[in-house]
């Protein structure tokens, strides 16, 4: 069974100070994966997506950036943090090939002060 | 552009009762693929139910179905016997199969309170 692992799970930093949030999949080679914010009771915002190693795309510009260094691993990062990207981050994955479900991990809560 | 509307901010239901939430959404693509996530109050969001664009029967998974009306641009989501652990936000989301294809667009979310 395919398994998607977050980590942190809650982070508290700085305005300024640089972040990086991590995504891995197993059980599950070549995956689509995705990055998607949320605001506090917001709507999902996508970021970025990727469809195969060391090729990210950008949905939207967030003053940030991400990579895929290996094939089940996803980074979301920035090297400084704005209080707007306080939020929800959510980490996905899909099948593709048909299966158009995206799969999510259980969040990055991140708080910027 | 893609765009996706779920104009219901929230709904209350008594348990066992028939809930409709709806969403309408935009696209210039002639296929595409609409679905229906749940996120629980702790945050997980799991996938619910999905309705490809060139399907005429309207989807049904467990106690969950869809209600599709193409020439409305509307897929509304049908929970029926309705139960405690349905309260949860529900999401529209819509994937383009061409080009944008990777693009998946979601409403703002529909929270539901399902009461004893």
């Known amino acids: 069974a395919q398994t998607i692992h977050q980590w942190p799970v809650a982070e508290i930093k700085a305005v300024g100070s640089p972040l990086s949030l991590g995504c891995t999949i197993k059980g599950k080679s070549s995956p689509n994966l995705y990055w998607y914010w949320q605001a506090t009771g917001g709507t999902l915002q996508q970021l970025f997506y990727s469809i195969t190693v060391g090729q990210v795309e950008s949905v939207v510009q967030l003053n940030l950036s991400a990579s895929r260094p290996k094939d089940d691993q996803f980074i979301l990062s920035t090297e400084k943090l704005l209080l707007s990207h306080s939020g929800f981050y959510l980490c996905a994955w899909s099948q593709g090939a048909g299966d158009e479900r995206l799969f999510f991990g259980h969040g990055t809560k991140l708080s910027v002060l | 552009a893609q765009k996706v509307t779920q104009t219901q901010t929230s709904i209350s239901v008594m348990e066992k009762t028939t809930v409709t939430m709806d969403c309408v959404y935009e696209?210039?693509?002639?296929?595409?693929?609409l679905f229906w996530y749940k996120q629980t109050a702790s945050g997980e969001i799991v996938f619910l139910i999905r309705q490809d664009s060139y399907k005429k029967e309207n989807a049904t998974v467990g106690h969950y179905s869809l209600n599709f009306q193409k020439p409305k641009s509307s897929i509304g989501l049908i929970i029926t016997a309705t139960q405690i652990e349905d309260s949860a936000v529900y999401f529209c989301?819509?994937?383009?199969?061409?080009?944008?294809?990777?693009?998946?667009?979601f409403g703002s979310g529909t929270r539901l309170l399902v009461s004893p």
């Open positions: 696209t210039q693509d002639s296929s595409y693929f």
């Open positions: 989301a819509m994937r383009e199969a061409g080009t944008g294809g990777y693009k998946v667009v």
